[in-house]
């Protein structure tokens, strides 16, 4: 452990960033062990499957709330103690999950898994800040890689344990993780200074400050808020369809349905490259295409296995490179503010999940597979209006500040 404050850009390590990938994904699993036992959880709890899909939603608020409340604290403190100390609570929030005695515990429990496993989103723009110029947007990619692998396999991970020893194993093995987690992040960590003293109250201003001041920030919160809905909208309901005709698996093989995504994580490493190549526009057209594509082929996926596997890794594959191309985007706007750009980003980015995941489960509940792959690519229709639009804005607003630029001169 390094007591002296690391350096802005001063380069990282490729071990601590393959560390810091572990614990992203790790953290960021916390909030998907559940969704391949929603059936499983409603039938122990007693509660109808459209109340049991709520837990998604939950843990999304849960998230969400901390991405406002407690990742601006990433430029005010000091990230190494932020990082262990969120840990911790979040050791202590699965152990309450672990032992839930009915739904209502759970559910507040998972509210407050969800809010604390934003450690991810505090050390994802640490990484940004201690990578060199020309390595951030692989560095960020890679480490993006872990949390978007780690969502994925918490699927397969917690179908498995499920399926042998049973539900409440899942979140016991995910405290276990959290605590080493803890501890050896402790000691790997360099001590990251803050970069501002701006007061908290002052920070959460500034965080709607740069959401007035920032138009690409404003665009990139928009495409992440439904990319994400994207995203909900196919593994909300997705152990719905698996459980019942005429698929009729048990949790653990539809847990190895986000063995399926992982090959869409591979994306992120990519977008990333292409980000530090100056490609970040291209990346986000063809990514955007890419979501609503996928929504032709999952549509199929209602009788047909392979649609179904396809579709999943053609949707995963745009949305990971959709929301990587968004993070390269706004790390670039204001370097000393990463965390705020964060908070902003990811706020809209979770709370675009967890309204699509609450309406896709209703949509469910009475449309079926159907009505949910038609709210898919509706929702990815409106990304790529949304792209177009304001790509068409930007593009004439700066052929008017050349032309009075000429004028003036």
């Known amino acids: 452990m390094d007591d002296e404050a690391a350096q ?7 071990g601590l960033v393959l560390l810091l990938a572990l614990a992203t994904g790790a953290a960021a699993a916390n909030l998907y062990y559940a969704q391949p036992l929603l059936d499983t959880l409603a039938h122990d709890f007693g509660v ?8 998604v939603t939950v843990s999304q608020i849960g998230y969400g ?6 990742v601006p604290l990433g430029d005010l403190h000091e990230r190494r103690r932020l990082i262990t100390g969120t840990l911790l609570i979040t050791t202590t929030a699965l152990v309450v999950v672990a032992v839930s005695p009915s739904f209502v515990v759970f559910a507040a429990a998972i509210a407050i898994v969800g809010l604390s496993s934003v450690v991810a989103q505090v050390i994802v723009p640490m990484v940004s800040t201690l990578a060199a110029d020309n390595e951030r947007g692989r560095i960020v990619g890679t480490v993006m890689s872990g949390l978007l692998i780690g969502i994925l396999l918490a699927r397969t991970v917690s179908g498995l344990i499920a399926g042998l020893v049973g539900w409440r194993a899942v979140f016991w093995l995910a405290a276990v993780l959290m605590l080493v987690l803890c501890a050896t992040l402790r000691r790997a960590l360099p001590r990251i200074a803050p970069t501002t003293t701006t007061p908290y109250l002052g920070l959460l201003r500034s965080v709607l400050s740069l959401v007035a001041s920032e138009p690409v920030l404003r665009q990139r919160m928009v495409l992440g808020a439904l990319a994400f809905g994207c995203f909900s909208t196919l593994w909300t309901p997705l152990s719905y369809l698996l459980a019942g005709p005429p698929y009729h698996y048990g949790n653990a093989t539809i847990g190895l349905f986000g063995l399926v995504g992982v ?8 977008a990333g490259r292409l980000a530090d190549r100056g490609r970040v526009k291209h990346t986000t057209t063809a990514t955007v295409l890419i979501v609503l594509v996928s929504w032709a082929i999952l549509a199929a996926g209602r009788h047909s296995l392979a649609a179904l596997i396809i579709g999943i890794a053609v949707l995963d594959l745009g949305v990971q490179g959709l929301h990587i191309s ?3 985007a706004i790390y670039a706007l204001v370097p000393e503010a990463r965390s705020r750009l964060t908070t902003a980003y990811m706020v809209a980015y979770f709370l675009g999940g967890a309204l699509f995941s609450a309406l896709a489960s209703a ?3 009475n449309d079926g597979w159907a009505g949910d792959c038609v709210l898919g690519a509706l929702i990815a229709g409106a990304a790529l209006i949304v792209w177009a639009a304001s790509e068409s804005a930007t593009v004439r607003a700066a052929r008017r500040r050349a032309a009075a630029a000429s004028a003036d001169s």
């Open 8 to 14: 802005p850009g001063a380069g990282i390590s490729r």
């Open 65 to 70: 709330l901390g991405l406002a409340f407690v």
């Open 326 to 328: 968004n993070q390269n």
């Open 363 to 365: 949509i469910y509940a």
């Open 263 to 270: 090959a869409g994580a591979g994306a992120a490493t990519l």
């Open 48 to 55: 109808s499957k459209g109340t049991g899909g709520l837990l």
